[in-house]
């Protein structure tokens, strides 16, 4: 509750008077601040972004890297909990973290190991099925080497498709049926089913980001199944930030 | 305020008589400077535009589309470019020749040259009209002549190459990459397109998801890509060298990314580019759903469900013709790969 005494030194500034000059820059300079203060909150909502897992700390030039990732349903953390997402090991810690930029030293082999927990369907584009720009355009599922996924016949949970580099696994997904199905992830690739796919590439001389996505539809309620998860990092969206 | 400010508009204007006398004296003298000024700016512009400038307006000359934007651009820039100078010329002549501060410089308000001129105003309507109704007959001629000079025309397009030999190049959009398949060698599919040199090529574009638009910029042909539409445009090659195909609609937040490069090379390159895709690819042709001129993007299954037909063209008459067909079926069909396809098993 403000008191009458507490009033008083506001009512003598009152009499004293601003000249309208005065009150203007007020009025202007409280308007900047506000203004400023919503650029700033809507920046910092705009720039938000997951963790960078480096894969350069503590590489050793010439020699290749492993990288160690999974493909999950629901993520099962973060913000947004039900959406398909990967998650990637530490080369450091090996815990697992949702997110999908990835830091990569140049020109070196890459080895990739990505255990694939969620389910699959067709793919729109049959023309996703084909494995390119790995070592042989060819990869593995569960220890067979392939280079084509008949979609229709073999349900694909997911693509590791990075464009720029022409790189493109399909990733085959398991029945929600079977026993062992995971749920949320972190999923566990000791005890729940999954699949487990392996490929290798080079990454470029030139360093860059490169972007990678899933040409399967997996946003499910989004429209045409290619929002939210899909084209969000962290998600199924994310960079291969390839670095000197 | 005196008479004189009142009239005038400025005070102490007590010359105004005589300027007015002087201002009229010479009216024919101020347009034929104004007209030789403005004639000689005219043809140096164009000129200097034509030769100077032209030549590298965008999007080039590699084909038939993207030349024919670059004539289009130059003549209606040349057409153009007087008018600017026309009214630039006048005001600039006003400015300096008719300050009010200038001895003899007519009264800015009444006067002859204030009143309305029949004359004027009917070569002003006369001449405007012409210019704008040529520029429009120009620019029509110069979209129907070449056969939509690169732009959509729709699943049932009305103006069609005069060549026979055309080659279809299916142009699948899909969030956030382009893929091509070309009949002429099985249907197989491509991340990569490659055309070849001197030859007529019609772009039959659809999506699979959301809208997007094909945009090969240096080959002057842009044209929308819609779920269950086959729009269908055409260009001719005439020149060898890359150019960059954008997505040209905004089509989600990696939109900007929807990009690539192509190439256009000569027809002997294309048919073994054409010809060991084709074998490299037949492994997942076999499985793409058949070849059609739009695919439901709830397509399930390999028989693909396609949408009729509405272009009017067989699609495979004309591919014959262009003679690569007969090798890349066989190349498809006999195919022997080392590698494993998988197409069944359990989880």
Redesign the interface.
Known sequence: MVTRKQLQPVVRREERGLSRSGRIAVVLGLFAVVVFLAVFAAMAFVATEPPTVSFIKGHKAGSAVHLVAQTDGAGGTGIHPTWVSYQVKTPQSGKWVHTTLWQLPTNTRIDVTIYQFDSG??L????W??V?GTTGN?AT?TG???????????PVGHTF?V?AL?INVPL????TT?KGFCQSGPCNPGTQ?H?TVTFSFKTPKTPGNY?F?C?I?CGAGH?????GP???LGFM?GFLEVQA | MSEHAGTSGRPGAGASTSSVAAGTARPLQDIWRIVGIWVALSIVGDLVFWFVAGPHVPPGDMTSSASGAQFDFNVLFMVALPVILAVWTYMGYAVIMWRASRPGAPEPIGGPRARSNLKVQLWWIVVTTVVVLSMFVFGTVELIVPAGAGGAEGPNPIWTPASKNVLPIQV?A????F?YRYPTFGGM?T?TLIVPDNTTIAFHVTS???IHSFWAYQLGVKIDANPGIDDVGYTTTNQLGKFTVRCNELC???HG?MY?YGKVVSKAQFQKWGTSTARA?A??TK???PFAWTYS?T????TGVTAANTSGQAPFSKIQTYGATTKAKKVVKNVQ?S?????????
């Open positions: 369907g067709p729109r584009n049959q023309q099925g084909r390119t060819a599922l067979t080497t392939f280079t084509v996924l008949n979609s229709y016949k073999r498709s464009a022409g085959a997904g398991v029945k079977e089913l699949h972007r996505q040409f539809p429209y045409a199944g290619n929002g899909m084209q969000t969206g | 699948i899909q969030q956030w990459q893929t599919e991340s699979l998801d959301v989600g937040i990696w990314a690539d690819t492994a997942n499985y793409l759903p993007p397509a399930n299954g390999a790969t590698t494993t396809t998988i197409t069944t098993g359990s989880t």
